[in-house]
C-alpha cells in the first residue's frame, strides 16, 4: 500500500495552494479530485484586488476599476485607481494551479471518488479503472468543497450555508453590477460579472433568508425584467459553507469551502481557499509564522457571519441594512473594501 506525507481531497484553489506548500518543502503529497477535469465549480469567478487580482493578474480575463451598484432606492457607482475586482475562468485558474502543484512535485489524480477513510488509510474509486484503491496517509486535508467527505468523518455538520446559482450568458457586458433587492433575494444580491465574450449572472442568499427554488424563480424575473434571456443558458448551482467551526483536528484538515471559510455576505470564497490552503500547507511543513493572513481571515469571517445573521432576521431588517451600507459608501463613509475577505 502505498504511503504519502500528505493526502489532500480535492483540486480546487484550497487544495492545490496547500499541495504546492507541502510539496516543494519536502512531504510526499497526494491530491485526489473526483471531478475528471480540474477547475470545474459554480462561481462567478471575481477576485478582489486586496485578495489576488495582484497575484493572479496574468490570467484575469476583464477587471474593472468602477462598480455599479443597485438597491431599491439608490443606484450609484464606486470607483478606485487599481481593479477593483477581476473576472477568472475557473477551469484556466485550476489549470495554472495544477501545473504550479505539479511542478512542486505534488502528484494528482483526477477521476477518483473517496469512499472511505479509517484510521490513517484513505479508500476511493478509480473511476477511470472501476478499481478500488488505498493509500495511507500522516496528514489528511479535507479541499473537498461544502459537501465534503472529510468533514462527514470528523463529524461536522453544516448547518449555516448559502446558495449560488449562476448562468453563464454570450454577449458583451460593458459594467460589473450588483443589485441589491431583499424581495427577491433576501439578505443576497444578484450579480452581473461579465467574462471574454460572456458573463456570469446570477444570485447569492443565505438559505435561510430564501429557498433555492425562490431564489432561481426570482433571478428569472430579475433577469426578464433587465432583457437578459437566460432561456438558452445552462444553469449551475452550488451551496456555499460558510458554517466555520475550526481547521485543524488533530492530523486532519480542513480549509476553504469544506471549512466553511466563504463569506456569509457575499459566498467570497476563491480568496478564502487559498489562504487556508497555504496556512495549513506551512503548519504541516512546520514553517513559522504560517497563519498571519489566515487570522485576519477568520476575523473577517465572523464579521461577514455576524452581519449577515443580522440580515436573516426581517426581510425589513435586510432592505434598511442594504440600504444605509449603500449609502454610506455612497458617501465615502463606508469603504467598498470592508465587504472583501482580504481587507
Not at 502543484?101 to 472511505?116: H, K, L, P
Not at 433575494?185 to 429557498?211: L, N
Not at 495549513?280 to 464579521?303: S, T, V
Request: hydrophobic fraction near 40%.
Amino acid at each position: 500500500m502505498l504511503f504519502y506525507d500528505v493526502i489532500i481531497v480535492g483540486a480546487g484553489p484550497a487544495g492545490l495552494s496547500c499541495a504546492e506548500i507541502t510539496a516543494k518543502h519536502g512531504a510526499a503529497t497526494l491530491v485526489l479530485e473526483r471531478k475528471k477535469n480540474i477547475g470545474e465549480k459554480v462561481c462567478a469567478g471575481g477576485i478582489t484586488w486586496n485578495g489576488l487580482i495582484n497575484k493572479l493578474n496574468d490570467i484575469s480575463e476583464r477587471s474593472f476599476s468602477t462598480q455599479y451598484i443597485y438597491t431599491k432606492k439608490q443606484r450609484f457607482t464606486v470607483s478606485e485607481d487599481n481593479p477593483i475586482i477581476a473576472t477568472v475562468n475557473r477551469v484556466t485558474l485550476g489549470q495554472l494551479m495544477s501545473a504550479n502543484a505539479t511542478e512542486a512535485g505534488a502528484t494528482i489524480r483526477t477521476n477518483c471518488q473517496v469512499t472511505s477513510i479509517n484510521k490513517g488509510i484513505i479508500t476511493f474509486l478509480n473511476r477511470d479503472t472501476g478499481l478500488s484503491e488505498q493509500v495511507r496517509f500522516n496528514h489528511l486535508v479535507g479541499a473537498d468543497g461544502s459537501s465534503s467527505a472529510v468533514r462527514k468523518y470528523l463529524g461536522i455538520p453544516v448547518s449555516d450555508f448559502g446558495v449560488g446559482i449562476n448562468y453563464m450568458v454570450d454577449g458583451n457586458f460593458p459594467s460589473m453590477q450588483w443589485h441589491l433587492n431583499s424581495s427577491l433575494f433576501g439578505s443576497g444580491y444578484a450579480w452581473i460579472f461579465p467574462h471574454r465574450e460572456r458573463a456570469s449572472i446570477g444570485a447569492y442568499a443565505d438559505a435561510k433568508s430564501v429557498s433555492a427554488m425562490f431564489l432561481k424563480t426570482s433571478l428569472i424575473q430579475w433577469a426578464n425584467s433587465n432583457q437578459f434571456d437566460l432561456s438558452t443558458a445552462r444553469l449551475t448551482a452550488e451551496r456555499i459553507n460558510y458554517d466555520y467551526r475550526g481547521y485543524s483536528f488533530d492530523n486532519i484538515y480542513l480549509i476553504g469551502d469544506a471549512a466553511g471559510l466563504a463569506s456569509a455576505l457575499t459566498g467570497e470564497g476563491i480568496y478564502p481557499a487559498m489562504v487556508s490552503g497555504e496556512t495549513i500547507g506551512r503548519q504541516i511543513c512546520k514553517i513559522k509564522n504560517a497563519e498571519k493572513d489566515f487570522q485576519k481571515l477568520l476575523k473577517n469571517h465572523k464579521k461577514h457571519r455576524t452581519m449577515a445573521k443580522i440580515a436573516q432576521i426581517h426581510p425589513t431588517i435586510s432592505t434598511v441594512l442594504s440600504e444605509l451600507v449603500c449609502y454610506g459608501l455612497k458617501k465615502n463613509i463606508i469603504d467598498f473594501r470592508s465587504a472583501e475577505m482580504a481587507h
